[in-house]
């Protein structure tokens, strides 16, 4: 292109292979698939590392309608707007998923090692409650 900016199109299509990647992670998530979380997480990788042309080389894309001289270029430049988008969505639920699967995981741990549950301090870091320490009187 004679602007300096990246080809949408191409763009475009490293998207939606990375969109594809995160969908397969959120569903392997939700299905707790070890195997295929690993799986997603090497496509994504795979997909990511197309888009670093984009990331390195050409510097932030600019979707400004004066960026897009024509029709079509206004059209893919909006169609790359929407798989950001829906990418960035996308992850934020992966990560919410994530944080929760770990939470989750952690209280189960302390509850078959028959410990207190867990609390969050103002830092954020899990902090133990002291138990109650109730000793019956026939023992």
């Known amino acids: ?12 299509t490293a998207l939606e292979r990375l969109n594809a990647a995160s969908r397969e992670l959120e569903t392997a998530l939700l299905r707790s698939d070890f195997e295929a979380i690993e799986r997603a997480t090497r496509a994504m990788e795979v997909a990511a590392s197309t888009l670093e042309p984009w990331l390195h080389g050409h510097g932030p894309l600019d979707v400004s309608s004066a960026a897009a001289d024509t029709q079509g270029m206004q059209e893919a430049y909006r169609r790359v707007e929407g798989l950001v988008r829906e ?9 919410f998923l994530v ?41």
């Open 87 to 95: 990418l960035r969505e996308r992850q934020e639920r992966n990560a």
């Open 1 to 12: 292109m004679t602007t300096g900016q990246p080809d949408p199109e191409a763009l475009a």
């Open 99 to 139: 944080l929760a699967a770990l939470k989750l995981r952690q209280q189960w741990r302390n509850l078959l090692a028959a410990m207190t549950p867990a609390t969050y301090g103002p830092t954020g870091e899990p902090e133990m409650r002291p138990g109650r320490r109730v000793i019956s009187r026939r023992a």
